[in-house]
């Protein structure tokens, strides 16, 4: 009995550990703003992370180009659909400017940036 009982904490404890970087996705120090809660209609926004080594699509690495590409055809398939920017406060100011250019270029009409409250 007593080594069910360690089993069932050491998952409890397992799963308490991993559940928060399951929802987070990639980890990132966001900027801290005052800024209103994010208008979405359908929970299905679409996240652009910026981190110090890479740039990830709804949590998978991408290049500028293949980025672009998923963009462009998310657009086409929805004019109005919703994109979220979350860029590292640690990062050059240029790296987060050129992504937002790349979203501007897909001609998406709803895009935010991402912070935390103060």
Request: glycine letters at 2%; one cysteine or more; proline letters at 5%.
């Amino acid at each position: 009995m007593t080594s069910m009982i360690d089993l069932t904490f050491l998952l409890l404890v397992t799963f308490m550990l991993t559940l928060p970087k399951l929802e987070q996705g990639i980890s990132i120090l966001l900027p801290q703003a005052k800024a209103d809660a994010l208008p979405n209609k359908n929970n299905k926004a679409n996240v652009i992370t910026i981190s110090q080594t890479a740039t990830y699509f709804n949590n998978q690495p991408v290049t500028d180009e293949a980025l672009e590409k998923m963009l462009s055809e998310k657009v086409a398939e929805d004019p109005d659909v919703p994109v979220l920017v979350r860029g590292d406060e640690r990062l050059n100011y240029g790296m987060v400017m050129n992504v937002v250019k790349l979203v501007y270029k897909c001609k998406v009409r709803r895009m935010a940036l991402v912070t935390v409250d103060k």
